[in-house]
């Protein structure tokens, strides 16, 4: 009889396997075999759990983004005031888990494959969503609805072009270079829209 908790373990093992296999090889270069080798599982097993490439692609990714929603909750549970929660949301972007080399690149297959995989499309809505209303919200303390909406597009912008910038470069990760420069935009935009009430 299999050991409890046992599937659950060989699903997280085969989803870091696929992590590291897209960082070493790329999405279109990997076989579910191979991914199923470097977990130390027969590759009828992998099928069996995921049924395909793009469905182990999907649930990498909804892994990643649950653990990606456990570090933004970690850090708005210390925040008090709704700027220090906008600077949670940032961080948590940027945990030491997320914004490593692997899970960059895994992302970044993400990103291609959601342009035509439904599954990979959907997630990629939700999540953008989420991230715009929670930054919204926050920047609603600041500024009307309209402005808000608009400046959090710009700060999830700004969070996806650090990362994409990151994938397609060959320098180390420095989270906290990339925490600063999107602080920077949204320090510079509620400082603009403070100014600019100011002159009113």
């Known amino acids: 009889m299999p050991k409890v908790g046992m599937e659950a373990e060989r699903r997280r093992s085969l989803i870091h396997a ?54 933004i909750r970690e850090g708005l549970a210390k925040a008090e005031t709704p700027r220090e929660c906008i600077s949670a949301i940032i961080a948590g972007n940027f945990s030491h888990d997320q914004f490593r080399p692997a899970v960059i690149a895994a992302w970044l297959a993400f990103y291609v494959q959601s342009r035509t995989t439904d599954s990979n499309s959907r997630l990629l809505r939700i999540y953008a969503a989420r991230l715009a209303s929670n930054l919204t919200f926050n920047l609603r303390s600041f500024m009307p609805r309209d402005d808000a909406r608009r400046i959090a597009e710009g700060t999830a912008s700004m969070i996806d072009g650090v990362w994409i910038r990151q994938a397609l470069s060959d320098g180390s990760t420095d989270r906290q270079a990339a925490i600063a420069l999107v602080e920077d935009y949204v320090e510079t935009q509620i400082a603009a829209h403070v100014a600019r009430n100011s002159e009113t």
Not at 38 to 66: E, P, Q
């Open 18 to 71: 696929t992590v590291d296999a897209i960082h070493e090889r790329g999405y279109s270069d990997i076989t579910m075999a191979q991914i199923a080798k470097r977990a130390g599982v027969s590759g009828g097993l992998v099928h069996h759990y995921f049924g395909s490439k793009d469905l182990l692609l999907a649930a990498t990714m909804r892994y990643l983004l649950t653990e990606l929603g456990r570090a």
